[in-house]
C-alpha cells in the first residue's frame, strides 16, 4: 500500500537528511508540511534515544522490535504522539518523515540479520516518495565528527554495512515496482543543489 502525501528521507548518519528538512520547514511551501522524525518524541523513541546514545543497552533484536513499535506510534498513535502520519496524511498535510521502516531493513539488517526486521516492518505502508540520500560513509563520519554526541551506529565500519544495505535495498524496492517513487540524491552534493532536486521533486505535490 503506498500512502498518498507522505515522503521519507533515508540515509545514513551524517548524510544530510536534517538539513535538507530544516531548509523545507523554512521554505516557501511550509504551510503545507508536517516534518517529523524516528525516532519519535513518543515514550518509545525517547527510550530508543537512550539506546542510540548508548546510556541504556538492549539485545539488537528488542532494539528492531522497539522501533517497529516507535513506528506504529508515528503512523497510527494516539493523539499525544508528536505526528500521526497517516491523520496528516489524509488532512491533506505533506508529511515527511526523517526515516521510516527502510532505516530499520538497513540498521537492523546490520545487527540482527535481514529477517527480522523485514517480519517486524512488512504490513506498514510505503510513502508515495523515498529520497534516498547516498553518500560515501567516509564523508559522513567527518560530518558527524563534528558533532556533540556521537551514536553507537555512529562507526566507519558500521556505516560502511549501513550503505550497503541500504543501497541492496533501494534496488530491491525498484525492482519490485510497488508504485513508490525512489529518487536518489548525490548527498556529497551541496545542501543548496540537494535542496534543489527535492524541490524539483516534490512542488507538484505541495501545489496539487
Known sequence: MILKNF???EGIDGAG???????LLAGKYSDRLEVSAEPTESVTGKFLRQVLSGSVK?????????FAADRAEHLWGSSSSDCLIEQKCSEG??????RFLFSSLAYQGVTCGEELP??????????EFLFFFKIDPQISLKRIQNRDVIEIYEKLD??????KRYEDIVKEY???????????IDATKSPDEVEK????????VFLR
Open 158 to 163: 558500521f556505516l560502511q554495512a549501513t550503505e
Open 17 to 23: 537528511t536534517s538539513t535538507q528538512l530544516k531548509r
Open 118 to 127: 523485514r517480519i517486524l516492518n512488512g504490513q506498514f505502508p510505503l510513502p
Open 197 to 204: 532536486q527535492i524541490l524539483n521533486v516534490l512542488e507538484p
Open 58 to 66: 538492549v539485545d539488537a533484536r528488542t532494539c528492531a522490535y522497539l
Open 174 to 184: 525498484q525492482d519490485k515496482n510497488t508504485g513508490m517513487n525512489i529518487i536518489i
Open 7 to 9: 515522503v521519507v528521507f
Open 93 to 98: 498535510k505533506v508529511v515527511i518523515s526523517d
